[in-house]
């Protein structure tokens, strides 16, 4: 069983849930994001610790984000997924800080053209969402789709990038 470090964050969106090995950071979990099933992309078999020492870095970053002071992140990350998950969710630490992309772009860098549904479910799958940020993909016709936070949510953060009105 391995140990899980937690902690809360409160943000400009409500309290985010910071989750780590103890080494990366693993998941950011939005406010009012349902917890996964059990055994599916969670931690809940494992040794859950709460423990704001390994977050000192992360936290201090996200509230520079959220003040407009910081456009890119450093911090050691660790998601668990799929090697086509990896794939997209490194794909999207490309957008640059107040871009957007559509899901037919994202699907052409990470390789292939017909695939938008399986990016798209790669994206809503996202592990450490803002960090690895996948609210900067938005549907083809402009529109905000799905974001686990919500499209309220959504658009606050692009709003913040300077990609929405």
Same mark, same amino acid.
């Given at each position: 069983m391995a140990t899980v470090y937690y902690t809360e964050m409160k943000c400009p969106l409500g309290t985010l849930v910071l989750e780590s090995d103890g080494r990366a950071l693993t998941r950011?979990? &939005?406010p009012g994001e349902p917890k996964p099933? %059990? @055994?599916?992309d969670n931690h809940d078999s494992d040794d859950r610790v709460r423990d704001a020492k390994p977050f000192r870095e992360a936290t201090t970053q996200l509230r520079e984000y959220f003040a407009g002071t910081r456009r890119t992140f450093d911090l050691p990350l660790a998601p668990r997924g799929t090697p086509f998950?990896?794939? +997209?969710w490194r794909e999207l630490r490309?957008?640059?800080y107040g871009s957007t992309i559509?899901?037919? +772009?994202? #699907?052409?860098? *990470? @390789?292939?053209?017909? $695939?938008c549904r399986a990016v798209? $479910? #790669?994206?809503?799958?996202?592990? &450490?969402?803002?960090? +690895?940020?996948?609210?900067? +993909?938005? @549907?083809?016709?402009?529109? &905000?789709? @799905?974001?686990?936070?919500? &499209? *309220? %949510?959504?658009h606050r953060l692009l709003k913040l990038e300077g990609a929405a009105d």
């Open positions: 950011v979990r &939005l099933a %059990a @055994g599916r998950q990896l794939k +997209v490309k957008i640059p559509t899901y037919a +772009v994202l #699907a052409h860098r *990470a @390789g292939n053209d017909k $695939a798209g $479910a #790669a994206n809503g799958r996202n592990p &450490l969402p803002i960090i +690895v940020p996948c609210h900067r +993909v938005i @549907g083809t016709n402009g529109s &905000l789709t @799905g974001f686990g936070g919500g &499209l *309220a %949510a959504k």
